[in-house]
C-alpha cells in the first residue's frame, strides 16, 4: 500500500518560517520524481515546487528566493523549507509522487496559515 504522509504545517506569523516533510512508502521512492503543492479556499491546486529523481529543481514564481524543496533517498522523503512566509501562502500544501502518468501518489495534505 502505498502512503505519502505530510507533517510540518501549522500556524505562523508574517515573516516566519516552515518546514514541510512528506515522508513515503510502498514505492520505491528514488525513482519516483516529487514536488509540492498547495490549494487555497476556492483556488486550484497549484504546482508549488518540484524535484526530479536526479535533484533537479523547479519552483513557481510565488515561492522563487523563498522556498526549497529537497530529498533525502535514504529517508524516503522530500521536504520544502519555506521562509519569508506571506498571507497569500496560506492553504492546504500536498506533496506527490509520480513515475509517469500511470503511477501518481498524492498526500493527505497539511494546513498552513499564516497569519497576519
Known amino acids: 500500500q502505498v502512503q505519502l504522509v505530510e507533517s510540518g504545517g501549522g500556524l505562523v506569523q508574517v515573516g516566519e518560517s516552515l518546514r514541510l516533510s512528506c515522508a513515503a512508502s510502498?514505492?520505491?521512492?528514488?525513482?519516483?520524481?516529487t514536488g509540492w503543492y498547495r490549494q487555497a479556499p476556492g483556488k486550484q491546486r497549484e504546482m508549488v515546487a518540484q524535484i526530479t529523481r536526479a535533484g533537479t529543481t523547479g519552483y513557481a514564481d510565488s515561492g522563487k528566493g523563498r522556498f526549497t524543496i529537497s530529498r533525502d533517498n535514504g529517508k524516503n522523503t522530500v521536504y520544502l523549507q519555506m521562509n519569508s512566509l506571506k498571507p497569500e501562502d496560506t492553504a492546504v500544501y500536498y506533496c506527490?509522487?509520480?513515475?509517469?502518468?500511470?503511477?501518481?501518489?498524492w498526500g493527505q495534505g497539511t494546513q498552513v496559515t499564516v497569519s497576519s
Open positions: 506527490k509522487a509520480e513515475l509517469g502518468a500511470l503511477s501518481v501518489y
Open positions: 510502498g514505492i520505491l521512492f528514488s525513482i519516483y520524481d
